[in-house]
């Protein structure tokens, strides 16, 4: 069965500063996708990254980064200098195979992220 | 805008009620779903839809009815629904393994 793992249901960082929301999963497929989204509270979910299982080279876009380590099965989320607009939930989430026809993702339970001025 | 549309935005019902959510994609994406958000619980999975055609159903009970007429418009029909049944109702859109892309949700509220 898929498990998604967000052990931190909150976190603070000072703005400008780098931070990492630690995710982990659990498949025994060999091909699967991960995600990662945020939700300000406005309730919109927005795509922010995605990382194939094959994929050698972690995934980046502007500041956020995917650090996916295989062997550990982890996807931590990786943004860097903060801002205040980044407060928000951010969730990681994992769908199995690849992708060809309707899949379906699961998602973890969120991490709120807090940013100080 | 995300390219996601949902409507209505919010909604409030009794539980002898019919209503209907509407969610529609002008995207080209090819799969269409629904997922719940209950406070303090993860998005749970609901329907699955590629090319129109329905690839999962999560368990979801009988008082919650899709409708998928074509890739590009999903409906969720409601029907004497229960109050634990209140939550945010999301849908999304993908072409293939992509990201998803989300509508706004809709808040609907059981009394």
């Keep these: ?41 406005s309730g919109e979910m927005i795509f922010l990254i995605y990382q194939g299982s094959y994929d050698e080279q972690n995934a980046t876009e502007g500041r ?12 931590n989320l990786v943004i860097s200098a903060s801002q205040l607009g980044d407060s928000a939930m951010y969730f990681c989430a994992m769908r199995e195979g690849d992708g060809g026809g309707g899949f379906k993702t699961i998602f973890g339970a969120g991490t709120r992220l807090f940013v100080k001025a | 805008e995300t390219g996601v ?25 090819n799969a269409m779903y629904w997922y719940k958000q209950s406070a303090k619980k993860p998005l749970e999975l609901m329907f699955v839809y590629n090319f129109k055609e329905q690839t999962e159903n999560n368990s979801v009970p009988s008082r919650f009815s899709p409708e998928c007429p074509n890739s590009s418009h999903l409906f969720l029909h409601l029907h004497t629904l229960q109050p634990e049944d209140s939550a945010l109702y999301l849908c999304a859109s993908s072409r293939r393994g992509n990201g998803y892309t989300f509508g706004s949700g809709t808040r609907l509220t059981v009394v």
């Design chain 2, 5 to 29: 549309t949902q409507t209505p935005r919010h909604l409030v019902m009794g539980m002898t009620n019919k209503k209907s959510l509407k969610c529609e994609q002008h995207l080209g994406h």
């Design chain 1, 64 to 75: 956020y980064s995917l650090n996916f380590q295989k062997a550990r099965k982890s996807a």
């Design chain 1, 1 to 41: 069965a898929q498990k998604i793992t967000q052990t931190q249901p909150g976190m603070f960082v000072q703005e400008k500063e780098a931070v990492t929301l630690d995710c982990t999963y659990d498949t025994s497929d060999q091909s699967y996708g991960l995600f990662w989204y945020k939700q300000p509270s």
